[in-house]
């Protein structure tokens, strides 16, 4: 097994590093679950998971059982691990890995995150807030170097916190209800080391729903939302599109429908270190269901956005972070796909952000169903797995581009609509 630091270097090898919490300093008790995708299409992944608590305290876990060439695996409860652990994990393999971590509270509120394939020595927290509306954020900064380092965390309100001799694999808190933001406060924050030691970031909103979203480690001038939807069962989107740069700029947004809509643009003023809200109202009350895309940002700032999926009648809500088409590939895998799963089922949005048109295929583990469709750039793949796959179907998917210069990006949903609580689960597939 190798180190965690080869990953960068040897592609072959997987480290996927999974910031995770137990409790909060709001007596919300949060509990995970991990699952595991072998990217390999030969060998079979042998894996250890090593669980560290906020002391820095290890606890390994090796599975005794390697996950087949192509298959998943769940792991919940997390293993080797006790009731009120508090912490992170790294997962190293022989072969290259992706996954995503599900967050369930004791209230019943679900959210998911996908997992690290390496950190960044900056981290970009672009929505932050402290009894907004009843919500409040706390996020996680795991050390994934190898020697400790110092956190410095600077608020968009001036607020400076910091965090001394954090260990190698190690996660800190910082809890927004407990600092010193005003009431209502909504704003961002920008992490960083003292030595350039990579870190990684997860965020949680905990209000009425739980949302969760990644840090970013840079801003992109033109991002793409693969999945936006309005007044589709109660379900609308909501885009933070916040300025990272230095001067205001006006951006535009370009929607475009997969299964239900027509084109629809949008375009807002936004200020340096502050956030744009798009898609909230502009279909008015008509249906879309598809994707979203910066066309034009006239200063050229780096851009981020947090994407909130909310159904405020059923009370479920889920977000993801929108994605630099400069990492896009030709290959996105999602770690969890489920039909009929006690109540949960899952669906999908690929979505085209080339240049050129492109073909996407889609195949899901331990199933013969393929879907496919001809995507124009822009343009996403909408695939529902309910009643499409077996009852109780638990496994993953891997989408496929071919023709054009196959650049595609995607995100899950994992939904149960016979709950009554929060049960809408949204993360962004692996790019591979």
């Known amino acids: 097994m190798k180190a965690a630091r080869v990953l ?55 599975d005794p059982n390697p996950i087949p060439a192509g298959q998943s695996r769940t792991y919940c409860p997390l293993p080797g691990i006790s009731n009120g652990f508090n912490g992170s994990a790294v997962v190293s393999s022989n072969t290259q890995l992706a996954a995503i971590t599900n967050v369930y509270t004791s209230g019943g509120n679900y959210a998911s995150y996908t997992g690290f394939q390496a950190g960044g020595t900056e981290a970009l927290v672009p929505l932050l807030m402290k009894n907004n509306y009843g919500y409040s954020t706390w996020f996680n900064v795991q050390n994934t170097g190898t020697v400790s380092t110092t956190l410095t965390v600077t608020y968009s309100d001036g607020i400076v916190a910091t965090y001394a001799n954090l260990p190698a694999g190690t996660a800190h808190t910082f809890d927004q209800s407990t600092e010193a933001h005003a009431n209502g406060w909504v704003g961002s924050a920008t992490v960083t080391t003292s030595n350039g030691t990579p870190i990684a970031v997860s965020a949680i909103e905990n209000g009425p729903t739980l949302f969760s979203y990644n840090g970013f480690g840079a801003g992109s001038t033109a991002p793409v939302m693969p999945l936006v939807q309005a007044n589709n069962f109660g379900y609308f989107t909501g885009i933070s599109l916040f300025n990272n740069g230095t001067v205001t700029t006006t951006a535009t947004i370009v929607y475009t429908p997969s299964t239900a809509g027509s084109v629809t643009t949008e375009t807002h003023d936004i200020a340096p270190g502050q956030i744009g809200l798009y898609a909230l109202s502009v279909f008015g009350t008509n249906t879309f269901v598809g994707s979203g895309k910066v066309t034009e940002n006239t200063a050229d700032q780096p851009l981020t956005a947090v994407v909130n999926q909310l159904n405020t009648a059923a009370v479920k809500g889920g977000s993801y972070g929108a994605f630099d088409p400069s990492a896009a590939t030709a290959t996105v895998v999602f770690p969890l796909i489920m039909d009929r799963n006690y109540g949960f089922f899952t ?84 790019n591979h």
Request: with cysteine.
């Open 347 to 430: 669906g999908f949005n690929v979505q085209n952000v080339g240049t050129q048109s492109t073909t996407v295929t889609c195949a899901f583990t331990n199933s013969t169903r393929t879907v496919s469709a001809t995507l124009a750039p822009g343009e996403a793949l909408n695939d529902v797995q309910l009643n499409q796959l077996s009852s109780g179907y638990v496994g993953a998917a891997t989408c496929t581009a071919s023709g054009g210069d196959q650049k595609i990006v995607g995100v899950a949903n994992e939904l149960n609509l016979g709950s009554a609580v929060d049960s809408l689960l949204v993360y962004e597939g692996t």
């Open 8 to 62: 960068i270097a040897v592609a072959l090898l997987a480290v996927v590093a999974l910031p995770m919490q137990g409790a909060s300093a709001q007596a919300t008790t949060y509990s995970s679950c991990v699952q595991l995708v072998n990217l390999d299409a030969v060998n079979a992944a042998t894996v250890v998971l090593t669980f560290y608590d906020q002391s820095g305290t290890s606890t390994p876990y090796s």
